[in-house]
């Protein structure tokens, strides 16, 4: 008996100790350096060591800065080593395999060092990692993986002539041998070195290094998902089950393959993807790899249909089929929570995005459904080696041979002498043009260019608008990561100053985005063409050296977004808020209504609106703005662009396009001023993730206090709430034919804001009394020739005339 006793302990503890190693792992090389520190420093349970390394070249610098915005520990970017000629760093290497590079880096100001001005090239053994690199990101990590087969590792930094390389913090650590393959289909990853371009954990939820057993970083899944809301963020860690044989800890820990982002769909009918996309580097190949694990099946799930619900699924990359309806319970033997995972390797040639989707199957009896739990792309270094985007592969591969050479310069020389003389005939028939335009001129006879209308964006606004280059940056310290004020799904916003010291805000896009181009080009169009009190004025642009750069007048409050919550603004009164909400919607209503075709602007949030120095609120950021329906045309039929959270969902579903779209997401907007919380927030329980699914069911129950900011709770007058409230739900409603215009959204918010008991003169706009006003101000508020020279009018005034005609029942719009 005592024996089976002892036998059985000895298994238990054989057991646990598997457990145990199976959840963490013990790298056999394991540098960690704090460059510039001279003293250890812990973090969590590792140490990095001091930069006590004995050098001619050994400068050190550190930031007076406490707190540094970072995914990893701030502390490791207080401290960095300056090398101002070429050097080296020399590992021994006891464990041949794969190898975690990380370099950290936070360019920051000592004495007379710049490091924002930095500027060097980074290599390992015979692999270009970066070449003329200028680390202006504030807590910047560049990942990389390399297979070593040597007994040392030795990293150089190589700075450009008249300038110095610097580095914050240095990871070397050797990988579990299972996390990297040696091959992928045809393709050898084992003598490619590797950079990490994402790691991406669905659900919305990070998970942070010391919750991976390599100590990796899984960033939220929200930013990047472009506008679909029929979606659902799971969170089941606890049914992860690992599996003999399966993905281990080390391939993904229980964070991610427990979360997942998973399409949601009412009816079965509808054929929708949930999409992620992500800057690449054209000209190389990428390894991707798939995270999955059935954490659906077996739970209360509103999309099963019956017992042999399957969850079958498309798996997409920019729209080509990775994988053709993925059965997961087939891959992992129908063991549920069983992690699987699934690489790929995709060559991009000519694109600087990546999408990747989600979607249901062509099978007639599957229905639709699909969720990804994780997320990993890579670059493959090229056959020079280089990882870097400046030697890119985006020459044709395929060999010319003599004979097709001697056609290529032949086709050559032929197609340019047909060039010019296309170009001598073009030539003159534009003169014979001026020379008619010239005498229809002086005979009074008016022709309009065929094509004008399409001339670009850029050529129209020459006169004044244009900024060189030098002159921005004079005004914002060189793009100086001390000047950012934002940051945006088109790039960084900085304060700057001109020279005649004019405050400005200056956007500056991700260089070689199509997508950007495409935005910076519409708003600068949409920008040149109105303005407005209460929308963001357009200072000017630059598009010198790739350079997509748009310049706003400053805004000293921020957003709207910071005074509401995750930030230590001050706190907005809720008389404050009204007010904010009735510019606003002042905006939006011009947008609507200021020209014969209506501007809508698809991207109304919190985020959007920006406060001036009297809190003044200003609609902002005009990328995705899109011209209105046609006289004879109720929509505009357009792929779905927007902000998860704030999407109307009649244009999700039919992507048809209205101003009431702008309405929806308006009426989001409400509820955030009124509540004080994010639209989205994964950290609540599950049936307060969504705002507006939250707010509509407390009013549903009579729980209406409960939602309302307990900061303003006290000083809200019960009938401006009830006004407020019916006006956000009826914004809400699920059809744009059912929803109020902008003007009726105006109209009721000032009436919330009388209401509320505080005298219309005191507005932000009290600039002219009742008697100044008639019908045909009331008549031209709404018929709109053009709303600038309005401006100024106060709606409480129009409203007021209107409201005392009625009795105080009667007098609603919506």
């Known amino acids: ?325 993925l059965d997961l319970r087939n891959r992992t033997s129908n063991v549920l929570g069983a992690p699987y995972y699934m690489d790929v390797v995709k060559r991009l040639q000519n694109i600087h995005r990546i999408s990747i989707g989600i979607g249901p199957t062509d099978i007639g009896s599957a229905y639709p459904d699909g969720l990804l739990n994780g997320l990993e792309i890579m670059k493959i270094s090229n056959f020079k080696g280089s ?105 960084k916003v900085y304060k700057g100053v001109l020279k005649d010291n004019t405050k400005v805000a200056v956007k500056r896009g991700f260089r070689q985005s199509q997508q950007g181009l495409s935005e910076f080009k519409t708003e600068v169009e949409m920008l040149s063409q109105f303005r407005h009190r209460h929308l963001v004025s357009l200072i000017g642009y630059c598009n010198e050296k790739d350079e997509m750069i748009i310049i706003y007048e400053y805004m000293e409050n921020g957003t709207l977004k910071d005074h509401l919550y995750g930030s230590d603004l001050p706190n907005l009164n809720w008389t404050q808020r009204l007010e904010i909400c009735i510019g606003s919607a002042k905006g939006l209503h011009y947008l609507h209504t200021g020209s014969h075709k209506a501007i809508i602007h698809r991207d109304v949030k919190s985020s959007n609106i920006l406060l ?41 579903t039919r992507q048809q396009l209205t101003e009431k779209s702008d309405v929806y997401s308006f009426g989001v907007v409400m509820f955030e001023v009124l509540c004080g919380r994010p639209v989205i927030d994964p950290s609540r329980p599950k049936e307060s993730v969504n705002l507006v699914e939250c707010v509509m069911k407390c009013l549903r129950t009579g729980e209406s206090e409960a939602i309302v900011d307990p900061r303003i709770a006290r000083e809200i007058t019960p009938e401006s709430f009830m006004k407020f409230v019916e006006t956000a739900e009826k914004c809400l409603a699920e059809y744009g034919s059912d929803r109020p215009t902008m003007g009726e959204v105006l109209w009721n918010l000032e009436y919330a804001l009388k209401l509320q008991g505080k005298d219309e003169k005191t507005t932000q706009e009290n600039e002219i009394s009742d008697n100044q006003l008639d019908n045909s101000v009331v008549s031209t508020e709404y018929s709109m020739g053009s709303m600038a020279d309005l401006a100024g009018v106060s709606m409480s005034k129009v409203f007021c005339q209107m409201v005392k005609s009625e009795n105080k029942d009667s007098c609603d719009m919506c």
Request: glycine share 6%.
């Open 612 to 652: 001036d120095e009297n809190l003044r609120a200003k609609v902002s950021d005009f990328g995705l703005s899109k011209i209105g329906p046609e006289i004879d045309q109720t929509h505009v039929s357009t792929a779905v662009k927007g902000s998860f959270g704030y999407l109307d969902p009649e244009y999700l």
């Open 387 to 491: 990882l870097d985007a400046s030697d890119a592969e985006i020459q044709s591969s395929v060999p010319t041979s003599k004979k097709t050479r001697t056609w290529l310069i032949l086709g050559s020389t032929i197609g340019g002498s047909i060039i010019c003389v296309v170009l001598v005939v073009v030539s003159i028939l534009f003169c014979r043009s001026r020379i008619r335009t010239a005498v229809d001129e002086s005979t009074g006879e008016n022709h309009t260019a065929v094509g004008a209308k399409e001339a670009s964006v850029i050529s129209k606004l020459n006169m004044g608008y244009q900024f060189p280059l030098v002159a921005v940056q004079e005004a914002t310290d060189n793009f100086s990561e001390s000047m950012i004020i934002g940051f945006g799904g088109f790039g």
């Open 1 to 325: 008996m005592d024996f089976a006793l002892l036998h059985l302990f000895v298994l238990v503890l054989s057991m646990l100790c598997v457990i145990i190693c199976s959840l963490e792992f013990d790298p056999v090389d394991n540098y960690l350096i704090n460059c510039g520190s001279f003293e250890n420093t812990t973090i969590g349970n590792r140490i990095f060591l001091a930069d006590n390394l004995n050098s001619s070249q050994r400068v050190f610098v550190n930031t007076s800065l406490e707190s540094i915005p970072s995914s990893y520990s701030s502390v490791l970017y207080q401290t960095a080593r300056v090398l101002n000629d070429t050097s080296k760093f020399t590992f021994s290497i006891k464990k041949q395999g794969r190898h975690w590079i990380r370099l950290y880096f936070y360019p920051f100001m000592y004495e007379n060092y710049n490091l924002s001005s930095a500027k060097f090239s980074v290599s390992v053994d015979n692999f270009t990692l970066i070449k003329k690199f200028e680390p202006l990101s504030a807590g910047l990590v560049k990942e990389y993986t390399l297979n070593i087969t040597s007994i040392s590792l030795v990293l150089t930094f190589t700075p450009l002539a008249s300038s110095f390389a610097f580095v914050n913090a240095l990871e070397v650590i050797s990988l579990p041998d299972e996390v990297i393959p040696v091959d992928v289909g045809a393709h050898s990853l084992s003598v490619k070195a590797l950079e990490t371009v994402v790691r991406v954990n669905m659900g919305n939820v990070s998970v942070l290094p010391q919750n991976d057993t390599s100590w990796r970083y899984w960033e939220p899944d929200g930013r990047y998902l472009t506008g679909t809301n029929l979606i659902q963020f799971l969170s089941r860690i606890q049914d992860v089950n690992y599996t003999r044989g399966g993905p281990s800890r080390n391939i993904a820990p229980p964070s991610v393959y427990g979360t997942a982002t998973r399409l949601q769909v009412g009816d079965p009918n509808t054929l929708v993807n949930i999409t992620w996309s992500f800057d690449v580097d054209p000209g190389f190949d990428y390894f991707i790899r798939f995270h999955f694990c059935d954490i659906v099946t077996g739970h209360n799930d509103p999309n099963k249909v019956g017992d042999d619900h399957e969850l079958l699924f498309n798996v997409l990359i920019n729209s080509q089929t990775a994988s053709r309806n």
